[in-house]
């Protein structure tokens, strides 16, 4: 068995609406940053995994569709590091 | 009908579940059981109805976490006998969570917790948890929620509407909802899930009627 860190980042799909994004878009612009385009909120989850290195996907795949993620609503993208 | 009995699933977080009971009991003279989520023998009630509140503190998303729930594993076998569940605001979130209604529900447009009473149009009889009429009735209902915009891709919406699966639909749009919508039915007809309060529209004193007949159709076979 080994040590894994995943890191799964979560984003709304493009075509669903982000209210949230854009009250931090205005308030980004208030600060006096100009050109901001488009500003759009997700989320990050960070996991510790003990594994087999065959398997690691594979559970990860499993926890992001069934917990992690909505994928009516969402899109995500994960990157495992090895400890 | 008096040995029909509804069951009230209670989360942790869960708190409209007493108000349906009241609702149920009080005004309607129904039987009513509460089922607490780790139950999974279902045998004794003959419909189930999953309340408001905020089940799991809605981590990660409404409804995400009750889905894993022994009872909500239960209710495949339930609903596929055809008995009737009926999931109110954050019951309509689980429902669609758990993949028994086609969608989702995400942040208010307006990002505002909308607490307020709506004017719905009823849109399908399917599985007639709405008095049937041959005029597009009009009801009342409270709304208390801050994540209720009804989201769908275009084949879904598509599909809900070829198929009159759209059970309510809000005049006046309060949250960003895809095509107004307010609450949906599955195919069958036996599964309601909408944002409105039903429960909280049972006694003229407090405010309307216009939830009595859809609680009251919980006992209808």
């Given at each position: 068995m080994d040590q894994f860190e995943v890191k799964v980042f979560i984003r709304l799909r493009p075509s669903v609406l982000d209210p949230a994004g854009e009250a931090i878009k205005s308030a980004s612009s208030k600060l006096g940053v100009a050109g901001i385009k488009s500003l759009r909120i997700g989320k990050m989850i960070e996991v510790k995994i003990e594994s087999n290195e065959e398997d690691i996907k594979e559970k990860i795949d499993l926890l992001c569709d069934r917990l992690f993620a909505n994928t009516v609503i969402e899109d995500y993208e994960y990157s495992i590091n090895k400890l | 009908m008096a040995s029909f009995t509804v069951g009230i699933v209670v989360f942790?977080?869960?708190?409209?579940d007493r108000d349906v009971s009241w609702a149920l009991e009080g005004c309607l003279d129904i039987k009513t059981k509460f089922l607490w989520h780790?139950?999974?023998?279902?045998?004794?009630?003959?419909s189930i109805v999953l309340p408001g509140g905020f089940s799991y503190g809605d981590y990660l998303r409404c409804g995400a976490i009750a889905r894993f729930s022994p009872l909500i594993n239960s209710l495949h076998d339930f609903v596929k006998s055809g008995r009737r569940v009926l999931g109110i605001c954050n019951g309509f979130q689980i429902l669609t969570e758990s993949g028994f209604l086609p969608g989702a529900l995400v942040a208010n447009k307006n990002l505002n917790f909308i607490c307020d009473d709506v004017d719905l149009n009823v849109i399908t009889s399917k599985g007639g948890w709405f008095q049937k009429s041959n005029e597009t009735q009009n009801i009342k209902l409270p709304i208390a929620h801050g994540e209720g915009r009804y989201h769908c891709d275009q084949d879904t919406l598509k599909k809900l509407t070829d198929n009159d699966l759209i059970a309510l639909k809000y005049k006046t749009n309060p949250n960003g909802s895809t095509s107004d919508i307010a609450g949906i039915t599955n195919e069958k007809g036996n599964v309601l899930g909408l944002m409105p309060h039903p429960e909280r529209a049972c006694d003229e004193s407090i405010g309307g009627i216009d939830g009595l007949y859809t609680l009251r159709s919980l006992i209808t076979q």
């Open positions: - | 942790p977080g869960s708190n409209c780790e139950s999974s023998d279902l045998n004794d009630v003959d």
